[in-house]
Structure formats: C-alpha cells, structure tokens
C-alpha cells in the first residue's frame, strides 16, 4: 500500500519504553500521541495503534509485524527498537540479538514494512542511566549507553542504505528516567514532542 495521502491508520511497534512503562500520568509517549489526535476533526484524526510489548526486539517485531499491521490496515509504520537488543546477559555476556543479527533483523523489517506502506519511521532510545543499568535491578541483563549508542548506529544506517526515516531521538537526562532504564513522565513527554514535531512535519498527523 503506497499512497501520498495522510495515513488513517499509524501502528507502533517496539519494546516496554514505547509500550508506556512508568509513566504514571499519560501512559507513554505513544499514548500521548493519541491523546494529541483523539479529540481532532473526524478528518484529522487518526488512529494510533501501540503493539508495542515489554522485552520487544526486532526479532519479537519480525514475528508480529505482518498480522498485526494488515489487520489494522496500517498507512504507516513507527519502530522503537534497538534497546533490549543491545542488552547482554551478565552470566555469559552473550548480546540479546547480537549485532549483526540486529542488522539482518532491520534490512528483513524494512522489506516487509515497504510492502505494506512507504510510510515507515525507526527511532532509538539514545540513552540509559548506567549507575542503575549494570545490571538492571529485576534481572541479570546489563544496558550501556556505549551499546545502546552502538546499535541506534547500525539503524540510523540501514535507514539511509533503504530511505526510510530515522528519528534521532533526544538523549534523556538521568532525572527522565524511573528505574535507569525506562522514561518517566517527563522522559515521555519530551520522547513525545519529538515525534509530534517529526509526524506534523511529514504531515502523518
């Protein structure tokens, strides 16, 4: 489905972070998104689907993106992924989805996605609070921002190599975050006037 028109339908899909996690007041930046266009003009509105899933990665996206997207009927396409993926476990040191596996997971991503919508946005998650990320406090799984940094690389340039939009997202300072890891209301806002400002621009909103 390519069409120049404004999308009626934008599905999100990414990891805890964009499902919502602790933001005890609007319930993550893809929820304010909604917010933001669910009390407009019925031919202004559109519809934002968040399936998103804690734990999410690019390999989760690969497994969900197809049904989930054809049967929303989706016009457009947001990812925020990379962030488990650059996760390793501290007992082995193995990444969660190891680099170049990412890379492959993004160049088969885009594939499909451009088979559903020439709309399609990636954007990363710049930044962690390692003083509480070394390991998390729920599991032996360790986020550095050198990591994190590291893969938002690799997704900024499979964007490029396929001229698919890539939202370079804001580092978040330490006081943004709930627990090192995950935005808190404040993080979220400013995740969300990123996007809004991105989205009005590309006029998907």
């Known amino acids: 489905m390519h069409t120049a028109k ?4 934008i599905c999100v899909f990414g990891d805890s972070t964009s499902w919502g996690a602790w933001d005890m007041q609007k319930g993550g930046w893809v929820n304010r998104l909604w917010f933001c266009v669910a009390n407009r003009p019925r031919k202004e509105y559109v519809e ?26 989706a016009d457009a396409l947001i990812f925020q992924t990379g962030g488990n993926d650059a996760s390793y476990y501290g007992s082995s040191g193995d990444f969660m989805v190891p680099i170049e596996k990412f890379r492959e997971n993004l160049e088969e991503i885009i594939k499909r996605a451009q088979k559903i919508t020439d709309k399609i946005m990636f954007m990363d998650l710049k930044n962690c609070d390692e003083s509480k990320t070394m390991p998390v406090s729920w599991i032996d799984i360790y986020y550095t921002n050198k990591n994190i940094q590291r893969y938002s690389s690799v997704m900024q340039e499979m964007c490029q190599k396929h001229s698919v939009h890539f939202l ?9 975050f709930e627990d090192g890891l995950h935005p808190n209301a404040m993080g979220h806002q400013k995740i969300f006037e990123q996007v809004k400002d991105f989205l009005e621009k590309q006029d998907w909103i």
């Open 6 to 9: 404004k999308p009626e339908s």
């Open 168 to 176: 370079d997202t804001v580092a978040l300072n330490n006081e943004d």
């Open 48 to 73: 934002v689907y968040n399936l998103s899933i804690s734990g999410g990665t690019t390999e989760t996206i690969l497994e969900r993106l197809e049904s989930e997207s054809t049967v929303r009927e």
